[in-house]
């Protein structure tokens, strides 16, 4: 089981993000290692370049120098990557035509061939995500019909039917009440040790990442740093959350 | 997943079997009763009245009204969801305004565009904007770009047809006028076999982009991330979707609605935006109204068109079905 652990999945060297030289996120290269099985928690103002950092990371948008490495490859066909890589988002478009489960049905998009169908397989792939994330429920509900905290939760288990190792969600729980944060959380640590996934979450609930994530990434300044979630406070990575 | 399952089956079949009363109908039924004896194809009637009225009037108005309502339905649809935008059709883009400028060069300015004169006419205006419009859909992602493009484009070159109009006769005018109106009756047997391959062609390309158009829903970024060729997608379908619009244009006239209507209509017969299903449900439900409206054949196209569409499109808009949220 635990032999797939700590493979290196993601890897950024000298990583400059950003919009441009002049819009970059970052002054000092980001140099980072994701390994399957980690939890890492991406904290940081509003505005702090996060979203950036996750977009680049998984191809959307170009890095502004250095490389970023998806099983030690820089170079990926597009619907390669994404059975790799995916990042997750709760704000963005949403079709008011498509049902909870057709919607999750569309993880299984970078397998499906030129006509786009099903295998029973993909079927029940989607199925499974969609009992991972205690969705029966609702899956034939149609998407504008939820609440922000059900779609988090529909927009989690989609990421979960695109099978991918490395896992990027954008404030995942930015919509979540307590339980339900908790429980993302404890679900994020379950994907990562038994399917042996990298996940990065970026968010704004700084216990959660101290209790439930390995590490803690802190973009702050203009500043990349990494430190264990433990030691994070002690080495002075969270100042900026007391200002 | 079962009752949805019946729903399309059921969806399909009854969408055929009216296709069949309809293409019945068309084919038999109108100012000359027709049946099957009168057509025998092997005895000396071949040459008979009953079976030109058959072979050269009715039968190319049948394919007509089927070729264009796929054409039409499936333009309409893939534009639809390319905007994200349930009110866009084959129209926005212009494509219409330019078919009818090259209509208007021939009739009105005279022209000349070879042997098929009118069609032609209609085929280079609409390739024209079509391309003008591709050029724009190369240089731009924003798709809210290419919209308002398209409908600057159809407001241009409606200027450029008045123009046209002013300076022009009494009988060209009256001609210009009644294309306008559209028609299934202009078809001839030579015409449809390159109306048929326009189709087909256009067919083609926007079923081989289902992929991006079902991921395109939720927008292009969340497309790109499902590892969809986005920019591609988007061509093909450009592409697709002006070839069918055009090709119908050239042939029946600005055939009103379909292309608006008909992916609604689609959409409430089988619940579901999976283009799997709801491209080919558009076609059929598009050959069913262009069926439907092609036995009116003492009023114009576009007048019995519009009587059904314009209630439906009021009914989507009105519900919300089509802009939720």
């Avoid at chain 2, 109908?25 to 004896?37: C, I, M, P, T, Y």
Wanted: proline content about 2%.
């Amino acid at each position: 089981m635990s032999d797939f652990l700590n493979t290196m999945l993601l890897k950024c060297e000298n990583l400059v993000l950003g919009y441009g030289h002049e819009r970059a996120v970052v002054s000092t290269p980001v140099n980072f290692e994701l390994n399957a099985g980690d939890v890492v928690a991406l904290l940081g103002e509003n505005g702090s370049g996060k979203s950036t950092f996750l977009k680049t990371l998984c191809g959307l948008l170009p890095p502004v120098s250095g490389n970023v490495l998806l099983l030690g490859k820089s170079e990926w066909a597009a619907r390669e990557r994404a059975r790799f890589i995916t990042l997750v988002r709760m704000s963005g478009v949403t079709c008011d035509r498509m049902t909870v489960r057709e919607f999750v049905s569309l993880g299984r998009t970078p397998y499906a061939g030129i006509f786009d169908g099903r295998s029973k397989d993909d079927e029940r792939i989607v199925d499974e995500a969609i009992a991972l994330l205690d969705l029966e429920n609702f899956a034939s509900r149609w998407l504008t019909e939820l609440s922000d905290g059900e779609r988090s939760r529909v927009y989690l288990a989609q990421a979960v039917a695109q099978q991918v190792k490395v896992l990027l969600l954008d404030e995942p729980n930015a919509f979540l009440d307590i339980p339900r944060s908790r429980k993302l959380f404890t679900l994020l640590q379950k994907l990562a040790k038994e399917r042996g996934m990298g996940i990065l979450v970026s968010t704004h609930s700084v216990e959660y990442a101290e209790k439930y994530c390995g590490q803690i990434m802190v973009i702050a300044d203009k500043q990349v740093r990494v430190a264990n979630a433990k030691n994070a406070r002690a080495e002075g990575l969270l100042k900026w959350t007391e200002d | 997943m079962r009752s949805i399952d019946h729903r399309i089956l059921i969806g399909f079949a009854l969408l055929i079997a009216l296709i069949a009363i309809f293409a019945y109908l068309a084919l038999f039924n109108g100012a000359v009763g027709l049946s099957w004896s009168d057509l025998s194809f092997y005895s000396s009637h071949h040459d008979s009245v009953e079976s030109r009225i058959f072979w050269e009037i009715r039968v190319p108005r049948l394919v007509a009204a089927v070729l264009s309502g796929i054409s039409l339905a499936v333009a309409g649809l893939s534009l639809q969801t390319l905007f994200r935008n349930p009110l866009a059709g084959p129209f926005v883009l212009g494509i219409s305004s330019g078919a009818s400028l090259g209509v208007a060069l021939s009739l009105l300015a005279g022209f000349s565009f070879g042997h098929f004169g009118v069609l032609s006419g209609a085929a280079v205006g609409a390739l024209v904007v079509t391309s003008i419009v591709m050029f724009v859909a190369s240089r731009f992602e924003n798709t809210t770009i290419l919209l308002i493009v398209g409908l600057l484009l159809g407001y241009f070159i409606d200027a450029l047809v008045s123009l046209l109009i002013m300076g022009s006769d009494s009988e060209s005018l009256r001609v210009y006028v009644s294309w306008g109106m559209g028609s299934f009756s202009r078809l001839t047997f030579d015409g449809i076999w390159v109306f048929a391959l326009c189709t087909l062609v256009g067919l083609v390309l926007v079923s081989l982009s289902v992929r991006y158009l079902n991921a395109a829903r939720m927008g292009d970024d969340f497309a790109k991330n499902l590892g969809v060729n986005v920019r591609r997608g988007r061509v093909m379908v450009l592409l697709g979707a002006s070839l069918l619009a055009a090709a119908s244009t050239a042939f029946c006239g600005p055939v009103a609605f379909v292309g608006i209507a008909v992916p609604h209509l689609a959409f409430m017969l089988f619940k579901t935006s999976n283009h799997r299903v709801l491209m080919p449900a558009s076609a059929l439900c598009g050959v069913v109204l262009c069926l439907a409206a092609s036995q009116f054949t003492k009023i114009p196209l576009n007048a019995v068109l519009s009587l059904v569409g314009v209630p439906v499109v009021l009914w989507v808009i009105v519900r919300g079905g089509g802009i939720r949220k």
